[in-house]
């Protein structure tokens, strides 16, 4: 008897971008290079407001997306939210692989 798991919400966002605190920098330079029309980009520090509840709205986001792409670099071992970000990306395109997919980007300093 083989289980069907819950349908995803329609998405929001094309793209959801997780990456360390400290690649900050990095991470909105690809958001900028990434926002061309038709594309619906979501990084947090640029589309949550003040007040937003961020540990709702993140994971929330994140679902509502079609990829979540993972800044990697030398800084990513100790980043507990980008790890969590990783983590649930991995596991929303092992549920859903027909509707999400996690893309990984090696920043400058990585080593495997």
Do not use: N
Not at 50 to 58: K, R, T
């Amino acid at each position: 008897m083989s289980r069907s798991l819950p349908a995803l919400p329609d998405p929001i966002w094309d793209l959801f971008v997780a990456y360390p605190s400290p690649d900050r920098d990095a991470a909105r330079e690809l958001f900028r290079r990434l926002l061309v029309p038709g594309y619906r980009v979501f990084l947090d520090i640029e589309c949550l407001l003040p007040g937003d509840d961020w540990d709702l709205e993140i994971p929330q986001a994140q679902r509502l997306s079609l990829v979540t792409v993972a800044l990697v670099s030398a800084k990513s071992e100790s980043a507990h939210y980008a790890r969590d970000e990783v983590h649930a990306g991995i596991a929303l395109s092992r549920a859903h692989p027909q509707r999400h997919r996690i893309v990984p980007v090696y920043l400058e300093g990585w080593t495997d």
